[in-house]
């Protein structure tokens, strides 16, 4: 819940506009999919005024450790191959729920569970999602 409120109370800082093939998002889910992070979806919210970000990008991980070893080599390669550093994460200490927040997108990384109580997809129906395989 408190991933909830922190996007509700940010501020959007004014950065380079996104797109599907931008380097950062081929990075995140090339380092999700690295990790064996499941069930990869991204969220276009560029067409909805009242969104925090242009995308977000949400996956499920099957244990804390696995949560774990996905939010640490998403942010090692965006900084790696992208020089981005998060603006902000949360969820690290329980690891039900990580939220890295790179301002014009979002990685959330979930326990299944997780994700089938907040359904963060249906909240966003009105984005355009996009799937992604192994």
């Known amino acids: 819940m408190e991933q909830l409120a922190l996007l509700a109370t940010r501020k959007k800082r004014v950065a380079t506009r996104l797109t599907k093939s931008s380097k950062i998002i081929k990075t995140i889910i090339h380092a999700i999919q690295q990790k064996k992070g499941e069930n990869i979806i991204s969220l276009d919210l560029r067409k909805i005024p009242e969104a925090v970000a242009d995308f ?17 080599f998403v942010e090692e390669q965006l900084k790696k191959k992208c020089s981005e550093i998060p603006y902000r994460h949360e969820g690290m200490k329980h690891l039900h729920w990580v939220l890295i927040d790179y301002i014009n997108v979002v990685v959330h990384i ?18 355009a999602a996009q799937e992604y395989s192994q």
Not at 56 to 72: L, V
Not at 115 to 120: A, C, D, G, S, V
Request: contains cysteine.
């Open 56 to 72: 977000f990008i949400i996956c499920e991980a099957g244990s804390q450790p696995q949560i774990r070893a996905i939010s640490d």
């Open 110 to 127: 979930m326990q299944p569970e997780m994700r089938k109580f907040y359904k963060l997809e249906e909240l966003w129906s009105d984005a």
